[in-house]
């Protein structure tokens, strides 16, 4: 019991709660470059009557500490929960540190996400239609996009997982750097949002303007394990126990993109 509680004092005076981390964001320049988006997607972001927030997830910077503590786990360390955890605690080096042992239970974490498949669905849920009925017309009718009502487009996990909300910003992460498309689990559409480009009915038909919103389809693989610090002397390390992996996919909607389709017929359709 004395030595116990002798490990303990040793614990607090070593643990300090000192804010060194900080979250960068991801470089802009890398944003908007890398996925082949239709000409049939327009961004609507400007004239979105809803202003979605900012989606940046921050790319959390470890500490100097941090770095070398993640460097002596056997999984990578990628959770920027965990990160921000470890980056908010330091462990000092007195001189009577000399023989201690001290082994603390961080707790079970989701620690990474590897990605296996990044793919876009330009039509993931149909939020609008734009008609005109030009069958009495001699000359050709011009529509353009109207959103008729408010839209609220959702994506998720397609599978129950512990720690929902980690796996999801970790997946989130790969997700946007795999496309430069900016990302959010729920986006809106506002009812009253408008695009200048024009659609021609030509006489004699009738004309259907679809607006879509697209999503991201991600598809990987996430390691969850049991973390715990580990006191030797002025040693620290990582270890990790039991550590599993479990695949999961999830659909992350485009912010303020639309797509668009368009068709004219004889009949009504």
Known sequence: ?????????????????????????????????????????LNIAKENTYPNPAQDVPYLQPSEFTKKLI???????????????????????PPLAFGLRATIY?????????????????QYQKINTNYYDNRG?????????????????????TAKVAN?????????????????????????????????????IGPQRLGYLYAYAPAINEKGKVTYGEVYLV???????????NVVSQGIGAWIPV??????GFLTSERPR
């Open 1 to 41: 019991m004395k030595w116990n509680k002798v490990l303990l004092v040793f614990v607090l005076i070593f643990l300090s709660a000192t804010p060194i981390g900080f979250a960068n964001q991801a470089p802009q320049t890398a944003k908007y470059i890398k996925a082949k988006v239709p000409s049939s997607v």
């Open 255 to 260: 912010q303020d993109h639309v797509s668009f």
């Open 106 to 122: 961080l707790g079970e974490w989701p620690l990474n996400y590897e990605s296996t498949e990044t793919s876009p669905n330009w």
């Open 137 to 157: 017309g001699n000359m050709n009718y011009q529509i353009h996009y109207v959103q008729e009502a408010q839209k609220i487009i959702k994506g998720g996990l």
């Open 231 to 241: 006191l030797k002397g002025k040693k620290k390390q990582i270890m990790v126990k």
């Open 71 to 93: 460097g002596t786990s056997k999984v990578k360390i990628e959770n920027p929960n965990l990160i921000r955890m470890l980056n908010e605690s330091s462990v000092n080096n």
């Open 164 to 200: 929902a909300e980690d796996v999801k910003k970790m997946m989130m992460l790969k997700a946007m750097d795999a496309t430069g498309l900016p990302l959010a689990f729920e986006t809106i559409i506002g009812g009253g949002t408008k695009k200048d480009q024009v659609y021609n």
